[in-house]
């Protein structure tokens, strides 16, 4: 299963991402230094807005 390619990173907003041995699926920003990953929680189909 390939990774998902994110555009920018959550913390910085810098493009220069590359991908990061662990954890699994995680990504290193080269400007900020930060490892992330990203992950879905789900999906908001309907119901009401609060």
Known sequence: MSR???FH???????E???E???VGAWRCRACL???TVSLVGLA???SEE
């Open 34 to 36: 930060r490892v992330f």
């Open 9 to 15: 990173c959550p913390y910085c907003g810098d493009e």
């Open 21 to 23: 041995a662990e954890p």
């Open 45 to 47: 189909l309907g119901g």
């Open 4 to 6: 998902a390619v994110p």
């Open 17 to 19: 991402l590359e991908p």
